[in-house]
């Protein structure tokens, strides 16, 4: 089996596929430069696995360092690439930072292996907007971005493939992902927010802890089926599974051509209220919450066509929204008593 490099590595998505790809039997080198992680999160891994992952602290836009790093593994045979910015609203006020940070470490990486490696890039669905079709397909037309974190995703896919189109060595998978929520089953990984969280379940958790207030309901006014906003929530083991399969995929020459695309979702959207409604019931926890009016930027629905990735990496999202919640919870109980 080949040697992975992991970067985002202690983050959210990158620690649960590092277990994953562990599981199937790669070995892992994990960088990060702790911009939104711990590295307690390197001891939780040593405990899922069994294994004490090969960890380098690094800047990836710092571009001389990621040459030196790369220079020093000549034995990587994939790169599974998470790290970036990711927080909207914050985009909106520091679109630099976001454009710098996502851009510089992507192009660092491409550079460093002189464009001859295979690549797993993390996307989003926020390239499709609100999309024309439901289910959306890969080959929807990207929509203007809502936001510079949005933007720097598109602008990305755009990087990789002019990059692919020139650069036969290089082999490239992009995965859009829809909402990856949940945790590890061990409770020792899973999201780490920073200050009050904008995705929906992660407010949830830490409404019903008590370190959040009432949680709100952003419109219950859509054209929807109870009038909040759907979404195609996706649970992070899944999605750390699709990782290795996209690697996998990559390995093998099955791919059609150097540069694909593949949507990572249950192909199910679930209502706020719906999600509410399964937290309450998988967990036994009664939730306080209020409806307000629209969050500015929300889409009113989206959910993936998944045909794709169920035939091009032979992968299918198993664990449904029960399951995420409570494994979500079970993570934000684990914090309580052990906190970061
Ligand atoms: N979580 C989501 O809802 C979601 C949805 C779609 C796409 N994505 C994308 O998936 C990827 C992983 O997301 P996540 O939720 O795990 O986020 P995360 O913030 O938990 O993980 C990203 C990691 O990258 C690190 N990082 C950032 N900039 C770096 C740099 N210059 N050098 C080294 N390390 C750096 C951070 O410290 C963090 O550990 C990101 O690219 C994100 O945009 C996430």
Redesign the pocket.
């Known amino acids: 089996m080949g040697k992975i490099l992991v970067?985002?590595g202690?983050?959210?998505?990158?620690s649960h596929t590092a277990v994953e790809l562990i599981n199937a039997g790669y070995e892992v080198l994990l960088?990060?430069?702790?911009?939104?992680?711990n590295p307690k999160i390197l001891t939780q891994l040593e405990t899922i696995t069994g294994q004490n992952p090969d960890f380098t602290e690094?800047?990836?836009?710092d571009e001389q360092k990621v040459t030196d790093f790369v220079a020093a593994h000549p034995d990587i045979t994939g790169v599974i690439h998470?790290?970036?910015?990711?927080a909207v609203g914050e985009s909106v006020n520091f679109p630099l930072k976001y454009y710098r940070?996502n851009f510089y470490?992507l192009i660092n990486v491409i550079t460093a292996f002189n464009s001859n490696v295979n690549l797993v890039f993390?996307?989003?669905c926020t390239v499709y907007g609100q999309p024309d079709q439901l289910p959306v397909t890969e080959d929807a037309a990207v929509k203007v971005a809502e936001s510079p974190y949005g933007n720097t995703?598109q602008i990305a896919e755009e990087i990789l493939r002019d990059t692919c189109a020139v650069s036969p060595d290089l082999k490239v998978i992009s995965l859009r992902?829809f909402?990856?929520v949940g945790a590890h089953n061990s409770a020792l990984i899973g999201?780490?927010p920073i200050g009050v969280p904008q995705?929906l379940v992660p407010f949830i958790t830490q409404s019903a802890i008590g370190k959040r207030g009432p949680i709100t309901v952003f419109g219950n006014d859509y054209n929807t089926p109870d009038g909040s906003a759907v979404r195609d929530y996706i649970h992070v083991v899944d999605l750390g599974k699709a990782h290795v399969a996209a690697i996998q995929r990559l390995e093998s020459a099955k791919a059609e051509g150097n540069y694909e695309v593949f949507n990572l979702g249950t192909g199910k959207g679930s209502s706020v209220l719906e999600i509410i409604q399964a937290f309450e019931s998988s967990t036994g926890e009664k939730l306080d919450y209020k409806i307000g009016p629209r969050r500015e930027g929300d889409v009113e629905q989206v959910w993936g066509d998944v045909t794709k990735s169920a035939e091009g990496l032979g992968w299918k999202a198993e664990l449904d929204v029960n399951e995420m919640m409570l494994s979500a919870w079970n993570w934000e109980k684990y914090l309580k008593d052990n906190p970061f």
Not at 10 to 14: A, H, L, P, R, V
Not at 58 to 61: H, I, P, S
């Open positions: 970067t985002g202690t983050g959210f998505i990158g960088v990060d430069d702790f911009s939104n992680s690094l800047d990836l836009c998470f790290a970036a910015f990711k940070n470490s993390s996307s989003s995703k992902y909402n990856p999201e780490l995705n």
